[in-house]
């Protein structure tokens, strides 16, 4: 298995995260490594450790993401009752909504939604209350 650490450090907007997102205590961070030919985040500690998306005692605030150095990114798991929906490839070149996707983002409008990491895609995050 060929792998090796992306470099690219991805920015994101903490003042437009839901602050009742921010509560979990369901964060990682997470770095871009490239397997066999493609690009996959693996999740850490602040601290540098590894996380498990299954183990909680691996995950963290999200103070304590925010302020680590030396990540790709921070993550937040499927915890409770929110819900993840991933949609790849409905950005296109210009950053337009492709027609299909548009459809998806319309039925929920009360979710928090960013882009992901690829630029080409998107990240929906919803949970009653948001």
């Not at 992306?6 to 397997?35: C, M, T, Y």
């Not at 909680?56 to 103070?63: G, N, R």
Request: aromatic residues 8%; charged residues 20%; proline residues 7%.
């Amino acid at each position: 298995m060929n792998t090796r650490t992306a470099p690219n450090q991805i920015s994101f907007d903490a003042a437009g995260i839901p602050h009742l997102l921010k509560q979990k205590n369901a964060w990682v961070n997470w770095r871009a490594v490239e397997r066999d030919g493609r690009v996959t985040k693996v999740p850490f500690m602040p601290t540098g450790g590894g996380a498990s998306t299954t183990n909680p005692a691996t995950w963290s605030s999200f103070e304590a993401v925010k302020n680590a150095k030396g990540f790709s990114g921070v993550g937040v798991m499927l915890v409770d009752d929110l819900v993840g929906i991933d949609l790849d490839k409905c950005l296109n070149d210009e950053g337009a909504l492709e027609p299909w996707a548009q459809q998806v983002v319309a039925k929920f409008p009360s979710s928090y939604i960013e882009r992901s990491p690829s630029g080409r895609g998107l990240h929906i995050l919803n949970r009653p209350g948001y």
